[in-house]
Each structure stands twice: as structure tokens, then as C-alpha cells.
T-cell receptor, first 112, second 112 residues
Framework: EAQVTQNPRYLITVTGKKLTVTCSQNMNHEYMSWYRQDPGLGLRQIYYSMNVEVTDKGDVPEGYKVSRKEKRNFPLILESPSPNQTSLYFCASSFWGQETQYFGPGTRLLVL | GEDVEQSLFLSVREGDSSVINCTYT??????LYWYKQEPGAGLQLLTY?????DMKQDQRLTVLLNKKDKHLSLRIADTQTGDSAIYFCAENGSGNTGKLIFGQGTTLQVKP
């Protein structure tokens, strides 16, 4: 089944404790990206990647890192999480230029 | 800049039609999308429309695009309780980044 998976789905952590949210897709998509969803703000792009080893900042990259060492995986790294990073995070992927992006199920993060 | 605006809440009775409205600012958008998010779930692509189209119909869903006014609407005919969700309007941003620009989301409440 074609899908985007994210792990974990739910995470509670404390300020400053490094964490990684994984994203994996099995559709051989070149393009992958991360969004965060906050009430009243919709979804905002954090980082995106057009292919392996090619990443760039989205609209709200502060406090986040990403890597793209393999085509299927695009982890989101929070080196020192803070409470303002409490949010719902979505990973998405597509073939470059394709009109449809596929979203993962979301990761709900609470930073205390 | 790029911006997408939606009203935050809509309440209808089961069996009525729902109309969710959206305005956007980027006239260079190629595609405009409607996503659905059910409680606790991820994003589901409902439908999308190419910018040179005025209307698209898919079963109970009708999308109308007024490019002159930069206005997009989603009409759901015979609204059911299972349609209760948050609906996001989105456009593909300019700048060749693959980014989707999302509205804040409209919560649709369907009363029995």
C-alpha cells in the first residue's frame, strides 16, 4: 500500500531533550516536506527536500533540522525542543511537479 | 505575500448543503486544493482544481473557482454527520518550492 508513515504518532517530552520524528514513504517520491499545524494558523511549511542531499528552509525553520540521506526517509530533528514547538506535525511527499501531495498521519508533540 | 483566508466555523443541519469559502492572494497558483481533517486524523485530499477551470464536480462535492476575485468555494450537497471535520483550503505557492499555502481551516459542524 502506498503511504507516508510517521513515528512516533504521539510524543510528550521536556524542554531541551533532543528528539527525532521519522518520516518514510514507499512511493519513490523525490519531494518531501514537513509542516506544523497550529490552531487558527493552518499548516506552515518547516523544511522541504527536492531529492537526496537537497534540503531547504520553509517558512518556519527555526529550531528544526532535517536530513535526506535516503530517498524514502526525511527525519525532522529538534535539537533542543521548547514549549512553542508543541504542535501537530505532518510529513508530505510527492513526485516533483505532481499536483498531489500525500500526507502522513501526523505526529502530535507536547513539549513541557 | 502569499495568504489564504477561511472563515473558522460553519454549522449546518444534516441533509442541508454546506458551502465553505476561501480567498487567496497568489494569482500565479496552478492548483487549488481542499483537504479534510477528521478529529484525531491526518489530512485527506478531497479534491483539487486546476487554475484554468471554473468548476469541478465530484459526487457530492462541487468546487467553484472565481479567479478574478481569487475566491474558491467547496459545496457539499446533502451534508452528513460524517462530514463533520476541519476543511482546509490550500494553494501551491509560487517560487518553485513545492510548498502548499494553507488557510486556517474551517470547522464544519453537522447537527442531526
Amino acid at each position: 500500500e502506498a503511504q507516508v508513515t510517521q513515528n512516533p504518532r504521539y510524543l510528550i517530552t521536556v524542554t531541551g531533550k533532543k528528539l527525532t520524528v521519522t518520516c518514510s514513504q514507499n512511493m519513490n517520491h523525490e519531494y518531501m516536506s514537513w509542516y506544523r499545524q497550529d490552531p487558527g494558523l493552518g499548516l506552515r511549511q518547516i523544511y522541504y527536500s527536492m531529492n537526496v542531499e537537497v534540503t531547504d528552509k520553509g517558512d518556519v525553520p527555526e529550531g528544526y533540522k532535517v536530513s535526506r540521506k535516503e530517498k524514502r526517509n526525511f527525519p525532522l530533528i529538534l535539537e533542543s525542543p521548547s514549549p512553542n514547538q508543541t504542535s501537530l506535525y505532518f510529513c508530505a511527499s510527492s513526485f516533483w511537479g505532481q499536483e498531489t501531495q500525500y500526507f502522513g498521519p501526523g505526529t502530535r508533540l507536547l513539549v513541557l | 505575500g502569499e495568504d489564504v483566508e477561511q472563515s473558522l466555523f460553519l454549522s449546518v443541519r444534516e441533509g442541508d448543503s454546506s458551502v465553505i469559502n476561501c480567498t487567496y492572494t497568489d494569482s500565479s497558483s496552478t492548483y487549488l486544493y481542499w483537504y479534510k481533517q477528521e478529529p484525531g486524523a491526518g489530512l485527506q485530499l478531497l479534491t483539487y482544481i486546476f487554475s484554468n477551470m471554473d468548476m469541478k464536480q465530484d459526487q457530492r462535492l462541487t468546487v467553484l473557482l472565481n479567479k478574478k476575485d481569487k475566491h474558491l468555494s467547496l459545496r457539499i450537497a446533502d451534508t452528513q454527520t460524517g462530514d463533520s471535520a476541519i476543511y482546509f483550503c490550500a494553494e501551491n505557492g509560487s517560487g518553485n518550492t513545492g510548498k502548499l499555502i494553507f488557510g486556517q481551516g474551517t470547522t464544519l459542524q453537522v447537527k442531526p
